[in-house]
Structures are given as C-alpha cells and as structure tokens.
C-alpha cells in the first residue's frame, strides 16, 4: 500500500515560512489525489491543501489560500507544502494523506483518505 513520511516542521515567529516534505515509497503518480491535512489539540482534522495529479488542480482551505502552495518534485516521490506569512493559528500536527476515494470537491473529508504519515509538527509564535 506503500508509507508516508513527513518532515519540515518546526518552531517559527508569526510571518515566517516552512516547507514541509512529504516522502513516499510509492510512485505518486499511481495516486490521482494527494494532501495535506492538520490538527490542533481539541479540534478536528482539517484539510489544508490538494493536488490532483493527473489533470494538476489544486485545492486550498480558504485559510490558506495566498499563502499556502501544494507541489510535488519531478520525481513524483515528494509532497512539499510551502507555507508563508504564517500565523499563530496555523499552529498544529500536520499529516500527508493519499489513497483518496472521493471526488475533487470532497478533498478536505478527511475520512475519504486511507494513507497517512506520522505527522509533523508546526508551532508559530506571536
């Protein structure tokens, strides 16, 4: 079914950036759909930002949009997530997910996702 691994997190100030790092030990481009998704302490897991591989749409909570970008390497084995101008509320576990058996519009469900990494942790500072 293949793994997940995420790295890049950290400690940053408010208007600082990250960009996390999603590795996989499957070929990306056999998955249509891949994310990102966070959760903070007390809340639900949130969808953050996708691609569609094959057709390269992306998709954004509106939260981030402006200052979050979805890509992936030229190998197809890397997920990034670069984040800029973040904010205190960005703070949160953030999780790289595949195995999405949903439809575009429904990306941010997290319960349509079947592969997860182990997380990576973002804390930003006021």
């Known amino acids: 079914q293949g793994q997940l691994v995420e790295s890049g997190g950290g400690s940053v100030q408010a208007g600082g950036s990250l960009r996390l790092s999603c590795a996989a030990s499957?070929?990306?481009?056999?998955?249509?759909?891949w994310s990102w998704f966070r959760q903070a302490p007390g809340k639900e897991r949130e969808g953050v930002a996708a691609?569609?591989?094959?057709?390269?749409?992306?998709y954004y909570a509106d939260s981030v949009k402006g200052r979050f970008t979805i890509s992936q390497d030229s190998t197809g084995k890397i997920l990034y997530l670069q984040m800029n101008s973040l904010k205190p509320e960005d703070t949160a576990m953030y999780y790289c997910?595949?195995?999405?058996?949903?439809?575009?519009?429904?990306?941010?469900?997290?319960?349509?996702?079947?592969?997860w990494g182990q997380g990576t942790q973002v804390t930003v500072s006021s």
């Open positions: 499957v070929d990306i481009y056999r998955r249509a759909y």
């Open positions: 691609v569609a591989i094959g057709v390269g749409m992306t």
């Open positions: 997910a595949a195995d999405f058996s949903g439809s575009g519009g429904s990306w941010s469900w997290h319960q349509l996702w079947g592969l």
